[in-house]
């Protein structure tokens, strides 16, 4: 597991941003890093529009994604 993004050099972690769930009207945490998640609350599909992120270009995209999938499905 990452302690910290290894492609981020002096650059911040990612934020926090809150959206509203189109199901179920609650406010949701989506990172920044994110483009979507399943609300805690309902269960709907949470969607953002897509910015560019460290995950287009970083080359350790691929091994961050998997340890955000594996974190989430210890949940």
Known sequence: MFTRCPGAG?????????????HCGKDVEI?????????YHCGGLVTKEKRPSCFDWCKYA???RAEIDAQRSRR
Do not use: S, V
């Open 10 to 22: 002096p650059f911040a972690e990612p934020l926090p941003e809150i959206f509203r769930c189109p």
């Open 31 to 39: 990172f920044t890093n994110e483009p979507y998640l399943r609300c």
């Open 62 to 64: 691929d091994k961050c």
